[in-house]
């Protein structure tokens, strides 16, 4: 039996990824952390996790079991990450702390990093893409929602070395801002309303071109995320400018090598709508050729909660332990 | 005492338009039509216009008064404005019978024109770009919604030439599908949910694509439109490759330029949001510059309803009789 | 092993039927019938599902397995189920056709009984009242979702004979209203909207008194729904004028004695909000005295398409085939 | 010219007031205060009222105009309201200092208050119950949301005498929670929710019991606040057991009496909702007869911002200064 912590439990990833150990087959949930709610229940806390744990103060020498979800903010988790792993624990981290490779694009981005001996040693945990490099990792740094979404839609063209240019424009439900109250988050602001936010540059970019380069294109891309009155689901619409023309046959065929056994990835044709995705581990992809421009338009449909973070951290959870790689996720 | 009719008044644009005339201080709401509602009180069918007339059957020689307000379908409005006009009567038409100026792109997107004398003799009815042959016009074809906020938005680009390339994606309110009840409409199915549609072509595109010719920007444009789940408000963010450098001061100078006198327009740095022009004529504008890919990223909001259909009808009837632009709409 | 057929599987109960009866550990979803949308899979209609199984035309003689669940509307079950029966197949009916056991009562509200030979044969399914019953029996009918809420909040004081008199006030999102797109259920019209409706009478009126009287409070109610602006969830608030005083300790026994045992049922302090059930076939219960009336007013929340529904269809099951009553269902 | 300051203009009843007072025909807005957003402009804040006035800091001596509406916090509101009323400028607040007349269920309920020789002294505007005393009135006490909704639909039979029992369950949008970021006016937390809140007691409960006395209908209520997730409006549905039979043409006379001649109070038969009152300073009123049971259920919709708050402080300066009580409203 491993046994799992979860620290951050009351943010909205993290108490799903609670609920998600709580019941899995094989992983045992053992503690879920919170600071100010320590000492409540997470089920009075997050009643639909139905997960009866008391909410305990962290702790390194009582959490630090086989293997913890560090669901703490930017800068916060790299510390903590840090104690964790110096106690031998395996970690998935939900933070972009290990995410990057470039440090001088991550202080750039996010602030001088808090444990800069592990900079860089997380394996980038988007098992359709890393599955081999997860397997076998201690640290393993779960994907932005965006990228996860932005990554899974551009994959197969970028591997086929033929995006010349990106535009990426995401839409997100309200859970992305995460749980604290603030005016953006305030019903009033959000309902029946529409607006892009981060409009000087969303952190997500960096890390999405990285990630990029790594399949093999590397170039600079446009990302402008939007906020949209509803709770949970990401769409991004990526329009690719191609650097070789391509046949619809060809596209069909790129896409069906990536993903055509991939457990957590459903190609679809015709729109994709992030309902149809919600409260679980899938990505929804489907293309169109734009025959006037030439574009390809990639929509890409992911649980922002789930897929952009809390199951995709269970996913790699899987892999890491050698189990098989949708358990607890179906 | 000018009088107008609205023909096709329980649809959510002809709603609007006659709560607006019926408290206009200059015409007067002489007749709201429509077919299977006849009987009925406008404001029982859309308590919110408060209008208390009684829908009617549309007969040409009674509704045929000093203007008209035809917010009939795509197709069913060319015939009934080819019997106002030569009646005499002064018609702003809401659908797109009248917008293109170029028959085979018109048939190709609409099916066969039916009233074919009258085609290519509208006047697009863009009052902050097409404002002096609104003022002397018999025929305004008022412009689709997503025309509004992109063209709006891309206007003073595409006046200045700098338009390399654009892509559109838009982002509407469920009451851009219209008021008949459909699996698409269904409370169920568009709650909780975005997507994008007409993913194959969206007819408002030959129209983009015509105005910002008209305007100096003559190529294809890639557009999307995407469905959300809130009742009216229309956002356009349109990514621009720019032909050539342009510094953030001159780009401060041309939209200013275009828009610091302008009645609707709101020019703001920073995001903007579809429920801040909720309910009025307004169109909020900004802009960025991306430093990273040296794009210009426009970001236009409208509500669909009002500023894309039965307020600008208004704009459109103020400037046609010679008033204040602004009468009955502020 | 055990098959079910899900009959009118394309509503929004029946969808969740097959879904809850495809990852059940016990039952086989054999077949799921739809007439319009035959030949199409479950899971392109309702992609939540994710039941791959192809809809079929019910045909009887391939349809009537070991059991189904019957989700066709009311009036229209009834000849179905009396065919299913005849055939030996155990019969879970979500419709109102087997509820009652007065056939006037059925016959002024519903119409004409369609199969009078099985009136009132129908086990009343809600198993925290009725476990016994439902156990042994052949034909269950399951209740309906406003009387879910309702008895299960109401139970422990009808069972006391405490009840003097009812208010019950019911909420309801938009999902009761079906999946047939009206005007009624348009987004437009339920968003940012609530308003009473059927307010000369609802059919689960005589329901709940029927099914109060089984429990020993035999009196008239006042019941009355609402519809609001989300999904799924259902609240009924209701306000007792009890027969006879009751003290605060008194009242937690009585629900404490009814429930505390109950997997199903959460009893709470304090507010209970439909979200804390959503997707689930639990109910959370809370009540509050009223120190100046001296009323009990009970708080009863539930998912109507789950425990108001399919949820409870499958613990029906669960108790017919003699398999744990939470099977399937955690 | 009548000069009117509102203070305390960034909360959203207060924003709505400026809104009408700065396009009102008769009053001139001179004023807006705010503390915290003191220097910005109130339509940066609130961009839907487009009023481009600065929001200053509260000053008496130079805010102490003609007259003002007050939209502080309760217990905030008395002090200042002080202060105004000895420069000599005449008052509506919209908080709760001065609505209830009983010092000891004030302090009870709001705690000790805070202008102690004022208390008592303001004449409660509910215009069409109080309109003779409020026309001479220097300070009104705007009512509550749920007291102007439930008061107005109980006023008929109150006055009539007819009024045995009764149970008023309100259900309000999230905007009657104030703009203060909190977990309950989360959008995650609100958003596809229901809840009741305040379930031990809610301060509109002596209010109401209070005017409904003063109507002459003394009895203990029951009241129960719900929390739904959308914007604006407020439905009241209460119960009523009258103490005498009432037949339909009774009960259609009594609402006739009170308010066919009243210009914001709308009789419907049949269902009424919040999005018909919308942005208005109307209350729709509708009503029906249990057949079984025999109480009057009476529905009362307004929008809690408007005739629950903003516009009916309007409606009240109007009648104060002796002007037409529709102005600016319609």
């Known amino acids: 039996m491993v046994e799992v912590s979860v620290l951050g439990g009351v943010g909205y990833a993290g108490a799903i990824a609670a609920q998600l150990l709580y019941r899995h087959p094989f992983f045992k949930l053992a503690h879920v952390t919170a600071r100010a709610e320590a000492g409540q229940r997470l089920d009075d806390v997050h009643p639909r996790t139905r997960v009866p744990l008391e909410l305990e103060i962290f702790d390194v020498s009582k959490h630090a079991v086989d293997a913890a979800v560090v669901a703490y903010p930017h800068g916060a988790a790299a510390p903590v990450v840090a104690e964790l792993r110096a106690a031998g624990?395996?970690?998935?981290?939900?933070?972009?702390?290990?995410?990057?490779r470039d440090r001088a694009i991550y202080d750039?981005?996010?602030?001088?990093?808090?444990?800069?001996?592990?900079?860089?040693q997380g394996v980038y945990g988007l098992p359709e893409l890393t599955r081999a490099q997860v397997a076998g990792a201690d640290l393993v740094?779960?994907?932005?929602?965006?990228?996860?979404?932005?990554?899974?839609?551009?994959?197969?063209?970028?591997?086929?070395?033929?995006?010349?240019?990106?535009?990426?424009?995401?839409?997100?439900?309200?859970?992305?801002?995460?749980?604290?109250?603030?005016?953006?988050?305030?019903f009033i602001?959000?309902?029946?309303?529409?607006?892009?936010?981060?409009?000087?540059?969303?952190?997500?970019?960096?890390?999405?071109?990285?990630?990029?380069?790594?399949?093999?294109?590397?170039?600079?891309?446009?990302?402008?995320?939007?906020?949209?009155?509803?709770d949970q689901g990401e769409l991004v619409t990526a329009y690719v400018t191609p650097s070789a023309e391509l046949s619809e046959d060809e596209l069909v065929n790129l896409y069906d090598d990536s993903y055509a056994r991939?457990?957590?990835?459903e190609l679809r044709t015709g729109p994709v709508g992030v309902i149809d995705v919600?409260?679980?581990?899938?990505?929804?992809?489907?293309?169109?050729?734009?025959?006037?421009?030439?574009?390809i338009i990639v929509f890409s449909a992911i649980d922002n909660l789930w897929k952009g973070a809390a199951s995709q951290a269970v996913q790699n959870l899987n892999l890491m332990f050698d189990r098989p790689e949708t358990e607890g996720l179906l």
């Open 108 to 120: 750039d981005w996010y602030g001088e990093h808090k444990a800069p001996e592990l900079f860089g």
């Open 189 to 230: 602001s959000a309902n029946e309303n529409v607006s892009p936010y981060k409009i000087n540059g969303h952190r997500h970019t960096p890390e999405i071109e990285q990630e990029l380069g790594v399949l093999g294109a590397t170039l600079p891309i446009t990302f402008m995320p939007h906020l949209l009155p509803l």
């Open 278 to 295: 919600r409260d679980t581990n899938f990505c929804r992809i489907s293309w169109v050729q734009d025959p006037r421009t030439g574009r």
């Open 89 to 100: 624990t395996r970690v998935v981290d939900l933070s972009a702390d290990f995410r990057l």
């Open 141 to 186: 740094a779960n994907p932005g929602c965006y990228p996860t979404a932005a990554l899974l839609g551009l994959a197969p063209l970028a591997k086929a070395g033929v995006i010349g240019d990106v535009v990426i424009d995401a839409k997100s439900g309200v859970s992305g801002a995460g749980r604290a109250p603030t005016h953006a988050t305030h």
């Open 262 to 265: 991939e457990p957590f990835v």
